[in-house]
């Protein structure tokens, strides 16, 4: 069993940056792809972005392409989402997950493990 802990949230300005952690129990942690999901509230949770065990490789939201950076280091067991140029629209309960699935998994059914997730709040 893989447990996640995210870090990194907070209050930023519109504009700002902010690098969000997902510390893992484990060296295996670099057996899976790890992504990056959110909930806003009244929202459905939705998919930010991922990067595979492999390669690596990447995949990003529309929304966020461009402004967000995804990385893993294996040697400390951790991921990382930079977060550059945020808007309002980013404030969302950000979830770190792992999945044993080859590429770049997508869905969250294909994720087995989870973070309690860390809050983002940008202001405008």
């Known amino acids: 069993q893989v447990q996640l802990l995210e870090s990194g949230g907070g209050l930023v300005q519109a504009g700002g940056s902010l690098r969000l952690s997902c510390a893992a129990s484990?060296?295996?942690?670099?057996?899976?792809?790890m992504g990056w999901f959110r909930q806003a509230p009244g929202k459905e949770r939705e998919f930010v972005a991922v990067?595979?065990?492999?390669?690596?490789?990447?995949y990003y939201a529309d929304s966020v392409k461009g402004r967000f950076t995804i990385s893993r280091d294996s040697a400390k067991n951790t991921g990382y989402l930079q977060m550059n140029s945020v808007k309002p629209e980013d404030t969302a309960v950000y979830y770190c997950?792992?999945?044993?699935?080859?590429?770049?998994?997508?869905?969250?059914?294909?994720?087995?493990?989870w973070g309690q997730g860390t809050q983002v709040t940008v202001s405008s």
């Open positions: 997950a792992a999945s044993g699935n080859v590429g770049v998994p997508l869905r969250q059914s294909e994720y087995d493990y």
């Open positions: 990067i595979s065990k492999s390669g690596p490789s990447t």
């Open positions: 484990r060296r295996s942690f670099a057996r899976y792809a």
